[in-house]
Antibody, heavy 123, light 108 residues
Framework: QVQLQESGPGLVKPSETLSLTCAVS?????????WGWIRQPPGKGLEWIGS???????YYNPSLKSRVTISVDTSKNQFSLKLSSVTAADTAVYYC????????????????WGQGTLVTVSS | SYELTQPPSVSVSPGQTARITCSGD??????AYWYQQKPGQAPVLVIY???ERPSGIPERFSGSSSGTTVTLTISGVQAEDEADYYC???????????FGGGTQLTVL
């Protein structure tokens, strides 16, 4: 059974960089699939942040692209998110998930999710 | 930017059929997916590729597609189905995932 677990600071100051890590168990990242980040502000809907392949190839949400970096560490079987210059609008529950992405087969969805971690941006 | 549009809320009585729609210009060219999210929990995939049901999802959940609209149908709604439901697809390039705004299903 694939399991994902997010970790990182629960409080980040405005203008600083939010950093989260997603540890994957039950599946080797280097075996394939994309791996992604999704966030959900309190009381609001889901927003896709970006996805990364085990080779390091990435797709980012155009609205966040200038501030987002997603990286992968296959040796630790984990991937990470960095979001720079955060504001209160970046306060959200951040989820990591496994992505099924096949552009040529018009397939793009998330089948396994972490439990999510709340990150609050406040001074 | 590409958007998927869902009704904010749907209400049904137990045992009846709930239908939740999702509209988007790229839906004729991209598959749609549906997630169920209960309070304090992560989303769970209930429908993939418009109408396929993952293992472990009850048969009362089904999906369909027609033009620019996809529909999640829950037949014989149960109290445990009360949740937020999100549609998701990709933009026309197939490289960006997009979520609808979510629909709160209330079981009266």
């Amino acid at each position: 059974q694939v399991q994902l677990q997010e970790s990182g600071p629960g409080l980040v100051k405005p203008s600083e960089t939010l950093s989260l890590t997603c540890a994957v168990s039950g599946y080797s990242i280097s075996s394939g699939y994309y791996w992604g980040w999704i966030r959900q502000p309190p009381g609001k809907g889901l927003e896709w942040i970006g996805s990364i392949y085990h080779s390091g190839s990435t797709y980012y949400n155009p609205s966040l692209k200038s501030r987002v970096t997603i990286s992968v560490d296959t040796s630790k079987n984990q991937f990470s998110l960095k979001l720079s210059s955060v504001t209160a609008a970046d306060t959200a529950v951040y989820y990591c998930a496994r992505c099924i992405v096949v552009v040529t087969a018009i397939t793009y969805y998330f089948d396994y999710w972490g439990q999510g971690t709340l990150v609050t941006v406040s001074s | 930017s590409y958007e998927l549009t869902q009704p904010p809320s749907v209400s049904v009585s137990p045992g009846q059929t709930a239908r939740i729609t999702c509209s988007g210009d790229a839906l004729p060219k991209q598959y749609a997916y549906w997630y169920q999210q209960k309070p304090g929990q992560a989303p769970v995939l209930v429908i993939y590729k418009d109408s396929e049901r993952p293992s472990g999802i009850p048969e009362r959940f089904s999906g369909s597609s027609s033009g620019t609209t996809v529909t999640l149908t829950i037949s014989g709604v149960q109290a445990e189905d009360e949740a937020d439901y999100y549609c998701q697809s990709a933009d026309s390039s197939g490289t960006s995932a997009v979520f609808g705004g979510g629909t709160q299903l209330t079981v009266l």
